[in-house]
């Protein structure tokens, strides 16, 4: 059953080039959640984001019914635990969703951190090695997910 709150308004501060935006906002149109964007300059960051999010100061923070919620897979997670109707975003077993955030969390501290190493390498031996490291984390999420 869905929490009763007073609405459904919901204020999302990001940025369209953020990947951590990006599956904030897919989650809230997979489940049809209507939403109102608000485009943050995370160089000159708003007095409103700051506000919402004082201890990370971080996009993307969505704005419901006055409450803000931050940090993205816990954000993900209180989407699914608030709007309960179809599609969930997690599976329905508890190993399997415990899979999930896993694999979720492997993304963001491995992954995404090796991607990015290789667009910010210098030298041919710098990124040799970035690529090595994302290549194999790579192979890490293919295999185990």
Known sequence: MEKELQSDR???????SSSYCLRVELALKLKGI???????DTKNKSEALLKYNPIHKKIPVPVH????IAESLVILEYI?????HAPSLLPEDAYERAKARFWAN???QKFLPSSSAVMKSKGDEERKKAIEDLLENTRLLEEGS
């Open 80 to 84: 699914d635990e608030t709007w309960t």
């Open 10 to 16: 919901i204020e999302l501060y990001g940025k369209w």
């Open 34 to 40: 209507p939403f109102e964007n608000m485009e943050e």
């Open 65 to 68: 019914d006055g409450r803000a």
């Open 106 to 108: 492997f993304y963001d």
